[in-house]
């Protein structure tokens, strides 16, 4: 099974970016759909972002959409999410999660989708 390890969260100012990476071992990575997840003070954990193993289909958050990038870099085993133009209401911390996959072209936005999780690192956009 994979395990999965995120850094790069920090504390910005509103209007600021940070590049989140999720490193993954243990196993194929190009076998895993990959999504990025967050749980922001009393709330819900929400899907942010999610990409196909392929890396060619993606998914975002509305309210992410044209701020967020989800990448991923295969051959380095790597997921990323770069986000710009952060905003407060983007406090949070963000999950890395993964599943395997048989078919390319699939991603999940649910966290039932998902088995494997990394330990989240903690993203803070205050002015």
């Known amino acids: 099974q994979v395990q999965l390890v995120e850094s790069g969260g920090g504390s910005v100012q509103t209007g600021g970016s940070l590049r989140l990476s999720c490193a993954a071992s243990?196993?194929?990575?190009?076998?895993?759909?990959m999504a990025w997840f967050r749980r922001g003070p009393g709330k819900e954990r929400e899907v942010v972002a999610a990409?196909?193993?392929?890396?060619?289909?993606?998914y975002y958050l509305e309210t992410v959409k044209g701020r967020f990038t989800i990448s991923r870099a295969n051959a380095k085993n790597t997921v990323y999410l770069q986000m710009n133009s952060l905003q407060p209401e983007d406090t949070a911390t963000y999950y890395c999660?993964?599943?395997?996959?048989?078919?390319?072209?699939?991603?999940?936005?649910?966290?039932?989708?998902?088995?494997?999780w990394g330990q989240g690192t903690q993203v803070t956009a205050s002015s």
């Open positions: 243990g196993d194929t990575f190009s076998r895993y759909a």
């Open positions: 990409i196909t193993r392929s890396g060619t289909t993606t």
């Open positions: 999660a993964a599943r395997p996959t048989v078919s390319s072209s699939i991603y999940y936005t649910t966290t039932a989708g998902y088995p494997y």
